[in-house]
């Protein structure tokens, strides 16, 4: 099966459900070298008159270096029959082995970065903005405690969704 491009306005997704329930893949990189991260936190919207994809990476995730270092990254969504390969990607890291091989998926070449063949749904995405969650900023002063006690603070990355491919 191959993919098929369609319009962003073609999209018939939940957002909370596809990011937050049936998760997604952070991939960056070309095909000799790349890496991926599972993510349940994001999200997809509009801004500065762009389609956009807002997306979360601690500083110690291996797969920061690659979308730091390259110009476009993809999200991909997967069908559930994949939900063990995005638990093991999300608890593996790519810096102790090949775990996309292990995972059992199948890295391709999309549009200058990497998808996998076994994705339902790809976005290719242009990083526009980065920066550093910061403490100070925090108004919910519980939320900053719960979710970062050992002060890893999230880069927030925010992405052109240039291009979307569905599996024919």
Known sequence: MAFVE?????????????????????????????????????????????????????????????????????????????????????????KDGDKIKESGLTPMEMEGTIAFKEAQLVLVCKKLYADTLKPECFLDRETERKCYPEKDYHTMYIAEIEKVFVRE
């Open 6 to 94: 369609i319009a962003i306005n073609e999209l018939q997704i939940n957002p909370f459900t596809k990011i937050g329930k049936e998760w997604t893949l952070i991939t960056a990189g070309d095909i000799q070298k790349h890496n991926t991260m599972t993510a349940s936190w994001g999200g997809v919207g509009v801004l500065w008159n762009k389609n956009v994809a807002t997306v979360y990476i601690r500083p110690q995730r291996y797969t920061k270096e690659f979308v730091d270092g390259n110009e476009k990254f993809t999200l991909t969504f997967f069908s559930e029959q994949y939900r063990n390969a995005l638990t093991y990607l999300g608890r593996v890291s790519g």
